[in-house]
């Protein structure tokens, strides 16, 4: 994407570091259902209230992963075209 920081990204729980792009939020939620899934001390309805307080945000995430890659690609044309 454009406008990303120069600044290392801080480290996160479980040593991650931070979410800087979509697609790390993509990863980091991929990662949580998965642990939510495998959470046993979990009553089924509590992981499913989790998944699907979370799937819209998945959802989100994939469409602007998508977006971003998108405007990536329309940018790598137009730089080498003084546009």
């Known amino acids: 994407m454009t406008s990303q920081s120069s600044s290392p990204p801080a ?6 570091t931070g979410v800087r792009t979509a697609a790390d939020l993509l ?20 992981r499913a209230r989790v998944i699907a307080a979370l799937s819209p945000l998945v959802l989100r995430a994939i469409e602007t992963s998508n977006l971003e890659a998108r405007l990536d690609a329309v940018e790598a044309v137009l730089k080498p075209r003084g546009l």
């Open 27 to 46: 990863q980091l939620l991929e990662d949580e259902i998965n642990a939510v899934r495998a959470d046993r001390s979990l009553r089924p309805l509590e």
């Open 11 to 16: 480290q996160g729980l479980h040593g991650r």
